[in-house]
């Protein structure tokens, strides 16, 4: 028991306490030429930009349609890596890993094999196992499994299907969710803040569900399943800690809908997302209690072509209601959280907005700006390292990149593709606070951090 207790305390303060943010703020990007190969297109037909993830609306059919359209035999097998340099303004106060420095990191970020492709009209998907620089360990990643149908409500078409996945929001077709937003890359070697709300990637690889969704007249998207924790010994084989960030009670039921029109030439989608889960911390149920965490929100994307080339607008905004009353009273009663009333420690509230613009000419060079807030209650008990014990983090992320053969054209073959990058963030707030945010004498422009990334996908 002590073991357990041990781990649903790190998991917790911070880990789930702080809302997953090892995984909430690592997101694997994904590139799959093998689905360029089957469809006979180039990448530039699926992804703005000629690189993915980010969906052009005839991107976003193939995924609805469950990965099946085929032109042409393909090998199903695909690999990706990142690699990137990290420097910080200031030197952050310990190494982000056990094999890095404090600051400066040139690193090789993650390598990826896909089986990707489709099995006659009705089945298709992909799934990815990822090596992490970062934890230098392989673990499986994303994995997005479909069973797809046709047919007509009223004389309008209608694609239906059933994606299996394990990671919520992972399956969406619009850029808009945590799952495939914007950045489509980033790195463990950069800092990140603390809080995010748990469909922000909280659950990602550690648990697996089904949801059921129909795509209407090519408008109207309806979306709804559950999610549940597999076995220790499952996660333990596909490399997944099983105690973070804990076992769901039961299920954890997901629900989206979203409608899509055009608007000003361009492919306009508003929507609405929702994710209600209990979870034992650390898979202890010795308090009979649960955390649990429910999250709704809107988003709204446009993609506007302009001759050739394309701007995109991405927004979200989320917010979680929390009730963790498993936590604090595992931590009083171990003497890691002060004692007091227990709807004190256990209830508050998080909120997220996120948005990113971005503008490509030619499919080829790229510019984004990314904005970000997120702002929650105040909690001395949860927060203790905070200075003003609050969650509040804010700033913009800029991006510049470039893509030279998103049409197909790379003298190494059709398959193969690269993108080269630069990011800049800047931190407004940081955990709590712009100055002196730790009560240590680190200000939120301290974490400021500068990448260059190189992306290649065969």
């Known amino acids: 028991m002590t073991d357990i207790r041990s781990a649903a305390r790190w998991s917790l303060v911070p880990g789930v306490l702080l809302f997953g943010t090892a995984l909430a703020f690592h997101r694997p990007a994904q590139a799959v030429p093998a689905f360029a ?15 993915g993830p980010q969906l052009t609306p005839f991107g976003r059919e193939f995924k609805l349609g469950g990965y099946t359209l085929r032109l042409h035999k393909s090998v199903p097998i695909s690999v990706m890596a990142v690699g990137d340099y990290v420097h910080t303004k200031r030197a952050q106060e310990e190494p982000p890993t056990d094999h890095s420095k404090r600051n400066n990191n040139l690193s090789f970020d993650e390598g990826s094999i896909f089986l990707a492709g489709g099995i006659g009209s009705h089945l298709g998907g992909f799934a990815q196992v990822t090596y992490s620089g970062a934890d230098r360990a392989v673990a499986w990643d994303n994995m997005d499994l479909r069973a797809v149908g046709t047919g007509k409500i009223g004389g309008k078409d209608l694609v239906y299907g059933l994606t299996i996945n394990n990671n919520p929001t992972i399956e969406d077709p619009w850029n808009t969710l945590p799952g495939w937003g914007f950045p489509f890359t980033d790195s463990d070697f950069a ?10 990637g909280g659950l990602g690889q550690a648990a697996i569900g089904a949801t059921a969704y129909g795509w209407l007249d090519d408008k109207f998207y309806l979306e709804a399943g559950g999610y549940s924790t597999p076995s220790r010994g499952t996660l333990r084989f596909v490399g997944v800690d099983p105690n973070d960030p804990g076992k769901i009670h039961g299920l954890a039921p997901y629900g989206r809908a979203a409608f899509q029109t055009t608007l000003g030439e361009g492919t306009f ?29 809107l988003d709204t994307s446009w993609i506007k072509p302009l001759k050739s080339d394309t701007f995109t607008l991405n927004a979200r905004y989320t917010h979680e209601r929390q009730s963790l009353d498993a936590t604090c009273i595992l931590g009083m009663e ?26 490509y000419w030619h499919n080829k060079f790229g510019l984004t700006v990314s904005p970000f807030s997120v702002t929650g209650s105040r909690n001395p008990f949860l927060l203790p390292d905070s200075r003003t014990f609050r969650p509040n983090s804010s700033g913009v992320e800029f991006q510049a990149d470039f893509t030279p053969w998103g049409k ?14 630069a990011q800049y963030t800047i931190f407004t707030k940081f955990n709590g606070a712009r100055v002196n945010f730790d009560g240590t004498g680190r200000n939120a422009s301290d974490n400021d951090s500068f990448r260059l990334f190189t992306w290649i996908a065969f």
């Open 191 to 200: 800092p990140a803040p603390d809080a995010a709300p748990l469909i922000a």
């Open 334 to 359: 171990d003497g890691s959280i002060d004692q007091g009333p227990l709807s004190s420690c256990a209830n508050g509230t998080l909120n997220e907005l996120h948005l990113d613009a971005s503008y």
């Open 37 to 51: 190969q089957q469809t006979g297109r180039n990448c530039a037909a699926c992804h703005v930009g000629g690189y």
């Open 269 to 297: 989608e508003v929507g609405a997302f929702a994710l209600r889960a209990a979870l034992f911390p650390g898979r202890d149920r010795s308090t009979g209690m649960t955390d649990r965490f429910t999250d709704i929100g």
């Open 408 to 421: 197909g054209n790379s003298p190494l073959g059709p398959r193969f593709n690269m993108r080269v990058g």
